[in-house]
């Protein structure tokens, strides 16, 4: 009897707790101290400070995506990081999201480079020029692409013109120089040749050479893909292309290949249910796209032949919704480039390459608000 009434006894200081709980996370001191806590805890938790230390050539994936929707995804996007300075490639639509939830500070950001100007690379450049002006940055922000790029920077430009105006009048000069809000085209030449085989090296100071090289995206041209070297390592990025035999010249001995990827079966499993569907619209892009980019096999024979050490995949077509869906997607690799030589990128997917090492040290970057 005793033991029963105890038992009772604690259910019910359990359930006054409860209640009591309940009502005081409806209270609003109450949320005020706990957003208080949780705003300083984030705020004095800025991103890992090692990312700057300069020790390493360090790529982070901020957008792996293709046209298509995907809600885990952002559209292509990645991070170079060189010292105390980052380099974008490419601005995909929710990219900029995908980097605030890595709390990424953004005044680090040094320079953008467009591949081509296919809206799911560059959609979201104007907030990138928002965002790390309002972040710190001084002088206006650089944007190399091959001829056309300043037709779309003066786009960008002039959409966000008001906008600009208002944050200068509301924060002032000192935190908003109304001078460096502005994008600056930084043109380059090649990206029309219809022989895709051209190259040029757009930057090389303090330590770091940035070459742009032509793909095979035609007819959306320029195009180009990226080779970074720094401290004996380098980093490359195809950009959007079919099988390219002047990427695997440019990316020879690279230490890791970032590579869009195409799986031909599905997508053309995806155009077969859209016409199926009467939607011949979709059906008929989906059947254009096919020798618009690379398969993952091909993607792989690439890096093969350029002898890449690690083989990213990115710019997935269709979407890749779950890893369950890998063995289809990826189908015949291995038999390729068999072993650890492959991985799938994911948003926030980090390769650190230490300098003065052989390293390849790849982890996941957490996609929870650190910095507001």
């Known amino acids: 009897m005793k033991s029963r009434r105890r038992a009772l006894l604690t259910l019910l200081v359990l359930a006054a707790i409860g209640a009591a709980a309940t009502m005081a996370l409806r209270s609003p001191a109450v949320l005020a101290d706990i957003f208080r806590h949780e705003a300083m805890r984030r705020l004095a938790d800025p991103i890992d400070p090692d990312l700057f230390d300069g020790k390493a050539l ?6 792996t995506s293709s046209p298509l929707p995907d809600p885990q995804r952002a559209k292509s996007c ?3 990081i060189v010292g105390d300075r980052a380099f974008v490639v ?9 980097l605030a939830l890595m709390g990424f500070p953004g005044e680090k950001i040094a320079a953008v480079l467009l591949t081509h100007f296919h809206s799911d690379h560059i959609g979201d450049l104007g907030e990138f020029a928002l965002q790390t002006w309002v972040a710190g940055r001084k002088q206006p922000l650089p ?38 809000a502005q994008l600056q085209a930084a043109p380059f030449r090649i990206g029309m040749a219809d022989t895709h085989d051209e190259s040029e090296i757009i930057f090389d100071s303090d330590g770091l050479k940035i070459t742009a090289f032509d793909v095979d995206h035609a007819p ?12 004996g390592r380098s980093a490359v990025f195809s950009g959007d292309t079919s099988k390219s035999s002047n990427l695997a010249l440019h990316a020879n001995n690279a230490d890791v290949l970032i590579h869009e990827a195409q799986s031909q079966r599905m997508r053309a499993i995806l155009a077969e249910a859209a016409q199926a569907a ?14 618009y980019h690379t398969s993952p096999v091909q993607a792989a024979e690439v890096a093969n032949a350029a002898d890449v050490r690690l083989l990213v995949f990115s710019h997935f077509t269709p979407p890749l ?7 289809l997607f990826f189908e015949g690799v291995d038999a390729v480039r068999p ?4 991985v799938a990128g994911t948003d926030g997917w980090r390769v650190d390459l230490p300098i003065g090492s052989s390293a390849i040290l790849q982890s996941q970057m957490s996609l929870s608000p650190t910095r507001w």
Request: glycine share 16%; with cysteine; aromatic share 10%.
């Open 278 to 291: 009467g939607n011949k619209v979709v059906g008929k892009i989906l059947e254009d796209i096919e020798s």
């Open 321 to 327: 919704f779950s890893r369950l869906l890998n063995p």
């Open 58 to 63: 360090r790529v982070i994936l901020c957008g």
């Open 220 to 231: 959306a041209m320029p195009a180009v893909g990226y080779r970074f070297d720094y401290g």
């Open 339 to 342: 072993g650890s030589g492959w």
């Open 90 to 98: 490419d601005t995909g639509p929710e990219s900029w999201k995908t």
């Open 78 to 80: 990645a991070l170079v």
């Open 143 to 180: 944007v190399y692409g091959g001829p056309g790029v300043d037709k779309v920077v003066a786009g960008f430009n002039q959409a966000y013109a008001l906008d600009d105006g208002y944050r200068a009048a509301l924060h002032g000069p000192d935190l908003a120089p109304i001078e460096a």
